[in-house]
């Protein structure tokens, strides 16, 4: 594993999230954050969980797991710069 870029990749993907909420979301709100979070979160959720399933020999819990995780991450994300990020 490796720690530092897993930092960088984190870091760049949660400026991108809250970059893709300030300037392309209209209204700001704490609601529309929640729905940004949980419309992207389904796109990484299934991306993640579902695509890495698809060719990853890893049991079926997993893939479910990882989707919800990911998907619950990016709601709470999205609240999070929902209620930060003001018009």
Do not use: D, H, N
Not at 72 to 77: D, K, N
């Amino acid at each position: 594993m490796i720690t530092p870029l897993l930092y960088v990749v984190t870091l760049v993907f949660s400026a991108c999230f809250v970059a893709i909420y300030a300037l392309l979301v209209g209204q700001k709100s704490l609601l529309s954050g929640i729905e940004f979070g949980a419309l992207f979160g389904l796109a990484t959720g299934i991306s993640m969980g579902f695509g890495s399933y698809s060719f990853m020999p890893i049991p079926l819990s997993l893939a479910w797991s990882w989707f919800l995780g990911s998907w619950i991450e990016a709601i709470a994300a999205g609240a999070i710069a929902g209620a930060i990020v003001r018009s």
